[in-house]
Structure formats: C-alpha cells, structure tokens
C-alpha cells in the first residue's frame, strides 16, 4: 500500500475521532459522559469534547408534565372511584437518572406514577365512598408529598408538583350514591322543618301567653281606674245632692225620664200634676 493511502486512512480516522469526540447540548438538555468505570461527566449547553471512547447520554431538562385520567382505585367500604391526576417534574441527577430507568423518559414517568398511585390507594382506603368523593379536590398533603419527593429523588428528579385532579364515581354507581346521598338531605331537611315548627309553635306560644297577660293588666288596671273615677263621681255627686236637696230630686227625676225614653219613637204620657211639671210650673210661677 502506498504512502498516500496510509495518508488519507490516518485522515479518516483522525476526522471519525474528532468527530466521536465533539457534541452538542442543547439549551433545554443536559448531557451525561461516562468512560469505563470512571466517574461520570455532566454538560450543559454548548459545544464539548470527550474522549473518543466515552458515551454520550443526552437528557431533557425541561419540565416534564404526566396526566392520568381515570385511573381505578377502591374506597374504603370497597366502593369503586375514578381518579385524574397529574405530575410535574424536572431531571436533577442525570448519573442517578440514568442508573435507576436507563435515561428512558418514559420508564420514569411509570414508575412514578405507580409511586403515586400507591399514595392514592392508601388515602382512599382510609375512609368511606362519602368522605372520598365530599372533597372533589383533594390537595398535594393527602398524598404524603414529602415521601414522594424523596422516592423521586432516588430517581433523579425532582418532584415539583403532584395533584389529584378529579375524584368520580363510575357511571354505573354515580345514581345510586346520589340518590342516596339526596335522601340522606331530605330526612335532614325534614327533621330541620320539624324543629323549626316546634320553635315557631313554641314562640307564638309564649307570644300569646304574654298577650293574654298584658291584655288582663290593662283590664285590671282599667277598671282600677274606672271604679276610683265612679267613686269620685259618686262623691262629688253626693256633696252636690247634699248641698241641695230639691236640685238633686229633679235631676234624678230628669235622669228617670232619659232612661225612659232612650230609644227613637218612645213616648211618654204624664199627667199635668207630675211631679216633672210641679217644676215647671214652680220656674213659670216665678
């Protein structure tokens, strides 16, 4: 072979060597070197050189967001329940990462979704179908957040955010639990109208027995006052008739004749020589 193959073979060879030792990371990745056992390499953006013989993993950095609708779960009494939620996360340790699911995106979302659908299934087990679905919404803390943040770390990412998202019944159930539900309200509504009635019954009453007593003071009060007032009239009337005695015969008299004739129509016949005209006569005389 001649020189100049020699040449242009080391040529070739210096030009898949440079080119084995020279990457790229994009701004949104991160980049994991590793050569035999020795301690692995971490890049961020940029051009970089490595040794030829070194692998390259090259990982997203950006955040990841998982969503999981429907997913089955039991309740405590054993009542099944769909349940949405999500998670978010970030990659923190590439070498972790890479050690614990191969550097495969999807490998992590699984078995992070399994780490929190063990949460789930604790925190449904621990009360009834009713306390489950009352919430809607339950939050982060339900899920023991702290431990999943630690079980993502050994992962290599870090666990920014995990919610439950939605808590329903299956189609099948959802009439059943409601109806129950709605006549659970309604005794409910029926015993609050009941004791409503008895404390309206009870407030008219004492309302009524208050009136009957305010109504029996002011008649006590009023024929109170009403007997002292006749016996004042009854006194002045006296000292009147006794300071003249005849007066008071004739308006007794006039009083007779009122009392006698107290309705329209009523006609009285007297005689001339009556006592009413012994009157007359007497004021004529004079």
């Not at 999981?68 to 039991?74: D, H, K, V």
């Not at 308006?251 to 129509?265: C, I, K, N, P, V």
Request: charged letters at 25%.
């Amino acid at each position: 072979m001649s020189a100049r193959a020699f040449i242009g073979i080391g040529i070739l060879i210096a030009v898949a060597l440079c080119w084995r030792s020279l990457f790229i990371v994009d701004e949104s990745q991160v980049a994991l070197s590793r050569f035999g056992e020795a301690q692995p390499v971490t890049y961020g953006a940029g051009l970089h050189l490595k040794s030829p013989f070194a692998s390259v993993h090259i990982f997203d950095a950006r955040l990841v967001t998982r969503a999981y609708a429907g997913e089955s779960f039991l309740s405590q009494d054993q009542k099944p329940l769909n349940v949405s939620f999500y998670l978010r996360w970030r990659l923190v340790d590439p070498a972790r990462y890479l050690a614990a699911t191969g550097g495969d995106e999807d490998t992590a979302a699984a078995r992070l979704a399994e780490l929190v659908r063990t949460r789930i299934r604790e925190a449904l087990a621990a009360g009834p179908l009713a306390a489950d679905i009352a919430g809607g919404r339950p939050n982060a803390g339900t899920l023991h957040a702290d431990a999943l943040h630690a079980a993502a770390q050994l992962l290599g990412v870090e666990l920014v955010d995990v919610q439950l998202q939605r808590i329903e019944l299956p189609e099948e159930a959802a009439n059943a639990v409601y109806q129950r539900m709605q006549q659970s309200l309604t005794t409910q509504a029926q015993q609050l109208r009941t004791q409503g009635s008895a404390e309206a019954d009870k407030i008219r009453a004492d309302a009524d027995r208050k009136s009957a007593e305010i109504k029996a003071d002011a008649t006590r009060d009023s024929q109170r006052v009403r007997g002292d007032a006749d016996a004042a009239a009854s006194a002045a009337y006296a000292r009147a008739y006794g300071a003249n005695p005849e007066f008071a015969a004739f308006s007794r008299t006039l009083q007779a004749y009122r009392s006698s004739l107290g309705r329209e129509g009523d006609v009285l016949v007297i005689s001339p020589e009556g006592e009413f005209f012994k009157y007359l006569h007497s004021a004529s005389g004079r």
